[in-house]
């Protein structure tokens, strides 16, 4: 049984930073992929980020790079998102997922395992 458990998020002002944890069990992220998706209200679940089962590879949505990083620590078989210079437009609950698979996706319909999500906020 696969289970995905976010935590980090939050209020923040606009400028200001976040970073999200999500903490796997049943499933070591040194063999499959991870990504990190959001959804705002009266929106769909959009991409956010997406890295390779080893980490060597990511991909990010135009909307964060640059002010977004992807990180693991395996020893913790957690995934990191280190969120800065935080807008408005970043609010809404944030999902990480993973797949079965070695190779990134920035499909949402390719993960088999979701967090609950946790919800950020940035306004001043």
């Known amino acids: 049984q696969v289970q995905l458990v976010e935590s980090g998020g939050g209020l923040v002002q606009p400028g200001g930073s976040l970073r999200l944890s999500c903490t796997a069990s049943?499933?070591?992220?040194?063999?499959?992929?991870m990504g990190w998706f959001r959804q705002a209200p009266g929106k769909e679940r959009e991409f956010v980020v997406t890295?390779?089962?080893?980490?060597?590879?990511?991909y990010y949505a135009d909307s964060v790079k640059g002010r977004f990083t992807i990180s693991r620590d395996t020893a913790k078989n957690t995934v990191y998102l280190q969120m800065n210079s935080l807008k408005p437009d970043d609010t809404a609950v944030y999902y990480c997922?993973?797949?079965?698979?070695?190779?990134?996706?920035?499909?949402?319909?390719?993960?088999?395992?979701w967090g609950q999500g946790t919800q950020v906020t940035v306004s001043s």
């Open positions: 890295s390779s089962a080893d980490g060597g590879i990511t």
């Open positions: 049943g499933r070591t992220f040194t063999f499959f992929a």
């Open positions: 997922a993973t797949r079965s698979s070695p190779f990134g996706s920035r499909r949402r319909d390719e993960y088999d395992y």
